[in-house]
């Protein structure tokens, strides 16, 4: 692994564990209740993948919901529940889960119209939410790690990245988020009342966190 990895892990790791101080103070979880991951991983690549299940106290109270086969996953994590879906609608009655929360997926699951329909999932399922994604404009892109280049328009990314052998995140694997934008989809999917914190890195705002 080289330095740019290991900077990006170690920058990740540090960003997630104060996005988690953010979920409990807010939140304040105890083990009444129940939660709603959407989005785990299978493969851990790193010590900040599936970060809930790694950190809450209460296992046995998650819901782990993705795409993926849980093969590695309930291996490490026995108490949780997993739930696979086929990306669009959730599985779960209206109110489910006393809380959803979901980590950097909005901005994977497609165009516009599905990260509306993502969001109102969310909120359809969940009394509360806790919800990250990336800000488009970091100057420095987190999937790729190139800087800039994820300022251009959509579909002249996606012809660069698949000239430089990186197709694997183009097309619908990212549809990136600005304030504005993000704001706009919150408003469409009927979150009414909802906090956007931007998590900054130095100067510039590296993610949001949408509690609601």
Do not use: C
């Not at 669009?88 to 006393?98: I, Q, Y």
């Not at 901005?107 to 329909?117: I, L, T």
């Amino acid at each position: 692994m080289n330095f740019v990895h290991r900077f990006a892990y170690s920058v990740s790791n540090w960003n997630r564990g104060r996005k988690w101080e953010l979920f409990q103070g807010r939140f304040s979880p105890d083990e009444s209740l129940s939660i709603l991951d959407v989005g785990f991983q299978d493969a851990q690549h790193q010590s900040a993948d599936n970060y809930l299940e790694e950190h809450y106290e209460w296992p046995a109270k998650i819901t782990a919901l993705g795409i993926e086969e849980p093969v590695a996953f309930s291996q490490r994590y026995p108490e949780v529940k997993v739930v696979t879906y086929d990306g669009r609608n959730f599985p779960f009655e209206d109110g489910s889960f006393d809380i959803v929360w979901s980590n950097a997926v909005v901005e994977h699951v497609g165009d516009r119209e599905a990260q509306v329909h993502f969001l109102r999932e969310t909120r359809r399922v969940g009394k509360r939410v806790f919800l990250t994604t990336p800000n488009r404009w970091f100057p420095v892109e987190v999937h790729t790690r190139i800087p800039l280049l994820h300022w251009l328009p959509k579909r002249w990314f996606d012809w660069i990245l698949y000239r430089a052998d990186m197709k694997s995140f183009a097309g619908d694997y990212m549809r990136l988020l600005g304030l504005r934008e993000l704001t706009q989809l919150l408003a469409e999917a009927g979150f009414t009342e909802s906090i956007v914190v931007k998590n900054k890195l130095g100067g510039p705002t590296l993610d949001f966190v949408v509690m609601a």
